[in-house]
């Protein structure tokens, strides 16, 4: 482990210049590169300085590979994603996202929508309506799938429930292979999201009609993705508009 690289990388998902640490700090840009260059270690007033700039905990700080992530994970950006339908569906058991999923599959296929947009794209998050009793006592857990669907598509297809999200601005960040240890890469990817808005003084906002949060699973040159989008508040610069529909 090297704090140096930990401080390097913090600095530059943060997008500061050595400088522009230095001067937050109330030090030289070659006191920044020393300790980047692990010549020099912080004392521990910095090290908690850096942290509240950071906005991570000390010990991530000094005991963890920081840098490993950098090929897991993208860095966080905010897009503002347009207007969309989808049919969803929402299940409680033992796999609910393998249920859920499933159905929405066959759903597309049942209701024309994959031999009319073969391209359909599948998203899903978390049901959080599920009792302690259900979860502690059977096991089980909520998931809702959801395919998105043209504005112009009519099926009479049971089996969903239709939904639109509204405009809204999105903090983003894509994992690269999610399922090699998705009890870990799939959760700190929301975490990154969260030390993002806090330290960018972005908000995370419940508001009727967009969806708080949600996952959407791609493969590209046959490695798997995954962009888990969170709903933010307090937005001051977006990307280029994005649509799932």
């Not at 309506?129 to 998105?148: D, M, P």
Request: hydrophobic letters at 35%; a negative charge.
């Amino acid at each position: 482990m090297s704090l140096g690289n930990n401080i390097s990388f913090l600095r530059k998902q943060k997008k500061f210049t050595q400088e522009q640490l230095a001067d937050r700090m109330s030090v030289t840009r070659q006191t920044v590169s020393r300790w980047e260059s692990d010549e020099v270690v912080p004392e521990l007033d910095r090290l908690v300085e850096l942290c509240g700039i950071f906005a991570c905990k000390l010990d991530t700080l000094v005991r963890e590979e920081l840098s490993d992530q950098s090929g897991i994970y993208s860095e966080v950006r905010i897009k503002r994603v347009a207007p969309f339908k989808m049919a969803s569906y929402v299940i409680i058991s033992q796999d609910p996202e393998s249920d859920a999923m499933g159905h929405m599959e066959r759903w597309a296929e049942n209701s024309g929508l994959k031999k009319l947009c073969p391209d359909a794209k599948l998203i899903g998050w978390d049901f959080p309506f599920v009792t302690q009793e259900q979860q502690n006592r059977f096991g089980l857990h909520g998931y809702v799938a959801a395919c998105v669907i043209p504005d112009d598509f009519r099926t009479d297809c049971p089996g969903v429930n239709y939904m639109e999200n509204k405009e809204a601005d999105y903090g983003v960040i894509t994992i690269k292979e999610p399922f090699i240890q998705p009890f870990e890469r799939i959760p700190n990817a929301y975490k990154l999201i969260m030390e993002y808005f806090q330290a960018n003084n972005f908000k995370e906002k419940n508001q009727e009609n967009i969806i708080s949060c949600f996952e959407y699973e791609y493969q590209e040159n046959d490695i798997t993705y995954m962009d888990v989008y969170i709903h933010a508040d307090g937005v001051t610069k977006v990307d280029a508009f994005s649509t799932f529909s």
